[in-house]
């Protein structure tokens, strides 16, 4: 188990790979923890190294009392990668997990190659959405709210198609700490990054699934239309988390995305 202490919190991450190869840092959704993007890992093999982390709140990391900014997501991932000495990665999150490497992006652009974001965008939800949120779990707990959520995660096919593997996923989803949900809940509400976005300078792709229900197609083209020379794409079929869904896709998407970044380039 690899555990560090990053700014006052314990964060527990997974590095793997070969090191001479592109390096990408793989950021995580709300309620769940790094163990999604394993079947997107097992696919791309030893082309890439990678860096998987469980953001603060949530799996084995620390979950300190509500509420948190995204600042302090940001913050725990740049010094996660300052601790693991990365001077240069490409950077891929879903959900809260896209915001908080747009965000880092923006604060520290020299650590960042390219970017790629799935199913999310640079504002997402209402104050109202995020604060009556916040109050249902804080009354009732996450179960109370994990067959809606399981609904947006994932496409009605796949629900039907592997129920068993739908309800492990919604097991690490209510045993997400109540502190790190809410709290991360907050940071969420309370995030605006149209100028971040409009900041980018490096390579950008931009994906999210047909049948997204917490970040539907439009919303993540909305915030692809602020970044200059972002690419766009959906993944078919799938819902807010292609990375469990679509594996094979966005392993492709990323496989392609190294490609054209490290083109005309001699070292990685």
Request: charged letters at 20%; one cysteine or more.
């Amino acid at each position: 188990m690899q555990v560090d202490l990053i700014n006052g919190r314990h964060i527990h991450y997974r590095r793997r790979g070969n090191a001479g190869a592109p390096l990408v840092v793989f950021a995580n959704s709300l309620g769940t923890d790094l163990r999604i993007w394993n079947g997107v890992l097992d696919r791309l093999g030893g082309s890439i190294q990678s860096i998987c982390y469980d953001k603060r709140g949530h799996g084995l990391s620390d979950a300190p009392p509500a509420p948190y900014t995204l600042g302090d997501h940001i913050e725990d991932l740049a010094g996660l990668l300052d601790h693991l000495h990365v001077e240069q990665a490409i950077l891929c999150g879903v959900s809260v997990g896209g915001m908080i490497t747009l965000g880092l992006t923006a604060r520290h652009p020299d650590v960042v190659r390219g970017l790629i974001l799935c199913d999310t965008a640079h504002k997402i939800g209402s104050d109202e959405l995020w604060n009556q949120r916040i109050e249902q779990i804080r009354r009732h707990g996450i179960e109370s709210m994990a067959d809606a959520i399981i609904e947006r995660w994932f496409s009605k096919s796949f629900r039907q198609a592997v129920p068993a593997a739908v309800a492990g996923w919604r097991n690490m989803l209510v045993r997400t700490p109540v502190e790190g949900y809410i709290g991360t809940c907050a940071a969420l509400r309370d995030a605006d990054l149209t100028v971040a976005a409009k900041s980018v300078k490096v390579p950008v792709s931009c994906l999210c699934g047909s049948e997204d229900g917490a970040t539907p197609p439009d919303l993540v083209q909305s915030m692809s239309a602020l970044i200059t020379d972002a690419r766009f794409d959906v993944v078919d079929g799938a819902g807010h988390l292609p990375c469990i869904e679509a594996a094979d896709q966005v392993a492709s998407a990323i496989r392609r995305f190294i490609e054209e970044t490290y083109r005309d380039k001699n070292d990685p």
